[in-house]
Structure formats: C-alpha cells, structure tokens
C-alpha cells in the first residue's frame, strides 16, 4: 500500500528535550514535505525537500531541522523543544511529475505536546 | 508571494441540500489548485486538482469544483450534501511555473445537518 508513516503517533515531552519524529515514504516521491496545523492557522510548512539533500526553509523552520539523506525518509528534529511547539504535525511526499501530480499524500500525523 | 482565503470558518447545510465551500487564491504564476479533506484523527486526503484544462473538475466522493481564472476563485462544490461529508476542507495552491512550495487555507469546518 502506498503511504506515508509517521512516528510516533502522540508524544508528550518536557521543554528542552531533543526529539525526532520519523517521517518514510513508500511511493519513490522526490519532494517531501513537513507541516503543523494549529487552529485558525491551518497548516503552515515547516520544511520542504525537493529531493535527498536538497531541503529548503517554509513559512515556520525556526526551532526545528530536517535531513534527506535517503529519498524515502525525512526526519523531523526539534533540538530544544518549547511549549510553543506543541501542535499537530503532518509529514507529506507528491511527486516532481506534474503529469502524475494528484497533490501530497499525507501521513496521520503526530500530536506533540511540550510541558 | 502566493496565498490562499478561505473566508468561511465553518458552512453548515441541510443533508440533501447543495453546498459550496469557497477558496480563492494569489499566485504569480500558473496555478495549480488542490482541494483536501480531513476527518477527525485522520492525515489530510486528496480530493481533487486542477492543472490546467476543463474549468470544471471532478473528484472523489462526487465533489467537484470551479476554476474562475478572473475571479481567482476555486470553489468546492456537490449538488447534494451527505452528513458523511461533515469534515474538515483544505484549499491549496502551487505556482506551476516551477516554485514547488504548496500554501494551505485555514480549512473550512463543512457541517451537515440531518
């Protein structure tokens, strides 16, 4: 099945305690793509990648980092997570072919809570 | 720098009758337009897109929505409404020219009444 995996489901984490969250695709897809979604706001991109160790700044990177060093995966770091922090987060991949471009697919997402 | 507007927070409608959800979008180039669904717990799920082509799009569930070029407006519309449907909806756009970032909508909460 095709899809996007996101791990773990729900985290609850003390401030200043590093994590990650894994994010693997199954779908061969070049771009990737990390958001949260806050009420009212939406979902606001945090990091792209465009391929492996291509990735790029979105509308919201501060506090967090990526790596792309395998095509299919692309981790989620917060090295010092902050309260401010906790929000739904969603890993997706498209593909670059705009032919074949039916949008992202997204992964279930993460819930963070940082105490 | 591209945007979308979805002006209405939330949209209830009776089961059976039409609905229309409504988005409208700022992009320098071609747009590319997405219409995506969440329900409760759950990932975002393709609906449907425009690329280019019919201004008239079909997607899944029987929604479908209108590209108006003048208006830049892409609204979601199905001629008749199920409490199913009841869900989260997400606009998003895309320059086609070649800047590949995707910018999301606020969401509009669909509700449907029985």
């Known amino acids: 099945e095709a899809q996007v995996t996101q791990n773990p489901r729900y985290l609850i984490t003390v401030t200043g305690k590093k994590l990650t969250v894994t994010c693997s695709q199954n779908?061969?897809?070049?771009?990737m793509s990390w958001y949260r979604q806050d009420p009212g706001l939406g979902l606001r991109q945090i990091y792209y990648?465009?391929?492996?160790?291509?990735?790029d700044k979105g509308d919201v990177p501060e506090g967090y980092k990526v790596s792309r060093k395998e095509k299919r995966n692309f981790p989620l770091i917060l090295e010092s997570p902050s309260p401010n922090q906790t929000s739904l987060y969603f890993c997706?991949?498209?593909?670059?072919?705009?032919?074949?471009?039916?949008?992202?697919?997204f992964g279930s997402g993460t819930r963070l809570t940082v105490v | 720098a591209q945007s979308v507007a979805q002006p209405e927070d939330q949209v209830n409608v009776a089961e059976g009758n039409p609905l229309t959800v409504k988005c409208t979008y700022s992009?320098?180039?071609?747009?590319?337009l997405f219409w995506y669904v969440q329900y409760p717990n759950r990932g975002l799920q393709f609906l449907l897109k425009?690329?280019?082509?019919?201004?008239l799009v079909k997607g899944s569930y029987g929604f479908e929505a209108e590209f108006n070029k003048s208006q830049t407006s892409f609204h979601l519309k199905k001629p008749s409404a199920l409490v199913s449907d009841s869900a989260l909806y997400f606009c998003?756009?895309?320059?086609?020219?070649?800047?590949?970032?995707?910018?999301f909508g606020t969401g509009t909460k669909l509700q449907v009444i029985p």
């Open positions: 997706a991949s498209r593909p670059r072919d705009s032919l074949v471009d039916y949008g992202y697919t």
């Open positions: 779908m061969n897809h070049e771009y």
């Open positions: 990648s465009m391929n492996v160790e291509v990735t």
């Open positions: 992009v320098s180039g071609n747009p590319y």
């Open positions: 425009y690329i280019t082509g019919d201004n």
């Open positions: 998003a756009v895309r320059d086609g020219g070649g800047y590949q970032k995707v910018t």
